[in-house]
Each structure stands twice: as structure tokens, then as C-alpha cells.
T-cell receptor, first 114, second 114 residues
Framework: AQSVTQLGSHVSVSEGALVLLRCNYS??????LFWYVQYPNQGLQLLLK??????LVKGINGFEAEFKKSETSFHLTKPSAHMSDAAEYFC????????????FGTGTKLQVIP | GAVVSQHPSRVICKSGTSVKIECRSL??????MFWYRQFPKQSLMLMAT?????????EQGVEKDKFLINHASLTLSTLTVTSAHPEDSSFYIC??????????FGSGTQLSVL
């Protein structure tokens, strides 16, 4: 069984401030981990993914995430928030054996304050 | 990159009618496609896994007679919501497996049942 917990359904940051969105996972096998972004009335766009290679993963739009096995975490960060980063972010996990079957977290809505 | 086209993006229908949603992989063959549903302020929930040429596998609690899935070709899967009711109003989104750990999402369909 696999699951994802996203801490904080809403996060507000000032423009230019650090963005930190938290994600903890549970998986009985080595996981694949993903962060997706969803803009209003749009589908999901993959930001980045971890697939057992480097633990620090760099994605699009300046985002990155670090896989920490000891903490079962995969937090998403961006050094400096931009207004266009306002969206909903989903952390997701898939098992290596069935990587296509993805379990999503409940999402974190990021608000960027000018 | 690979593109998944989902149509329509928005549909409004009367209670009791059926609605068909199409999901197409435009530049790759997808032997497996997935259908998700997202209620407001909630995460995406996997409804069913669609395999080309065989019956779909439904998640627990999803009525297979209400949500008919057809995956007749390697590039097309359809979801038909039969006899739709207001409680079926939701955001439906498909994804297609492009192999090698790649999963691509459609842009979603917002269904509103009056």
C-alpha cells in the first residue's frame, strides 16, 4: 500500500520569498515520487519526479525537491516565489512495480502575495 | 513531449443523460490509460485503469455500470457517464502511460449535471 500526506492545504508566501511545500509518503517498496502543478481549470503538469537516481531532483520553473528516505519526505522548494507560481500542487507516489498507478496527496494551494 | 488530448473540456448536461469523454494520446501509443475524478478541494482519485482491448479495472466503490470505459485502440479511451446525476458533477481527468516510467495527463473535463 502507498499513501501521501501533504501538510498544509493552503500556503501563502510573499513574492520573492522561499516556497516550501511539504510531502511525506508511505510505501512498502522503493517509491517513485512526483510533484504536479494544477492551474485553475487545467490538467496536471509534471514539475519533477524522483525515480531512485539523484536524491535532489530539479524540475521546471525553478522548483526542486529532495528525497529523504530516513524522513520519508519529498518536500518541494523554490528559492524565490513568483506570482505565476500561484496554483495547486500535488505530491504523488507510485510503487516501482506499478509505477503507473499513482496515488495523489490532497494538494496544497499556493498563494503568492505581491 | 508527448501530448494527451481530452475532450470536451467542459460539459453541462441535464440529469439522466449520458456524457462521453474522450482521451487521446496524440503522438504515442498508450496500452494503459487511467481515469481520475477530482471533487472540489480534494485530490484526484483513481477511478479505473483502462487497458487496450480488455475490460477496465475499476477501483473499489466505483460503479462500472455507471462509468463505462472503452479502450478500443492504442490511442483512444473513452469514459461514458451514464444517466448522470448532480452528484456526478466533478472534474474528470485521464492519463496515458507512455512507457519508461512516463505518465501524461489530459487537461481534464469539468462535468456539471443540472
Amino acid at each position: 500500500a502507498q499513501s501521501v500526506t501533504q501538510l498544509g492545504s493552503h500556503v501563502s508566501v510573499s513574492e520573492g520569498a522561499l516556497v516550501l511545500l511539504r510531502c511525506n509518503y508511505s510505501s512498502s517498496v522503493p517509491p517513485y515520487l512526483f510533484w504536479y502543478v494544477q492551474y485553475p481549470n487545467q490538467g496536471l503538469q509534471l514539475l519533477l519526479k524522483y525515480t531512485s537516481a539523484a536524491t535532489l531532483v530539479k524540475g521546471i520553473n525553478g522548483f526542486e525537491a529532495e528525497f529523504k528516505k530516513s524522513e520519508t519526505s519529498f518536500h518541494l522548494t523554490k528559492p524565490s516565489a513568483h506570482m505565476s507560481d500561484a496554483a495547486e500542487y500535488f505530491c504523488a507516489v507510485a510503487s516501482e512495480g506499478g509505477y503507473q498507478k499513482v496515488t495523489f496527496g490532497t494538494g496544497t494551494k499556493l498563494q503568492v502575495i505581491p | 513531449g508527448a501530448v494527451v488530448s481530452q475532450h470536451p473540456s467542459r460539459v453541462i448536461c441535464k440529469s439522466g443523460t449520458s456524457v462521453k469523454i474522450e482521451c487521446r494520446s496524440l503522438d504515442f501509443q498508450a496500452t494503459t490509460m487511467f481515469w481520475y475524478r477530482q471533487f472540489p478541494k480534494q485530490s484526484l482519485m483513481l477511478m479505473a485503469t483502462s487497458n487496450e482491448g480488455s475490460k477496465a479495472t475499476y477501483e473499489q466503490g466505483v460503479e462500472k455500470d455507471k462509468f463505462l470505459i472503452n479502450h478500443a485502440s492504442l490511442t483512444l479511451s473513452t469514459l461514458t457517464v451514464t444517466s448522470a446525476h448532480p452528484e456526478d458533477s466533478s472534474f474528470y481527468i485521464c492519463s496515458a502511460s507512455g512507457g519508461a516510467g512516463k505518465l501524461f495527463f489530459g487537461s481534464g473535463t469539468q462535468l456539471s449535471v443540472l
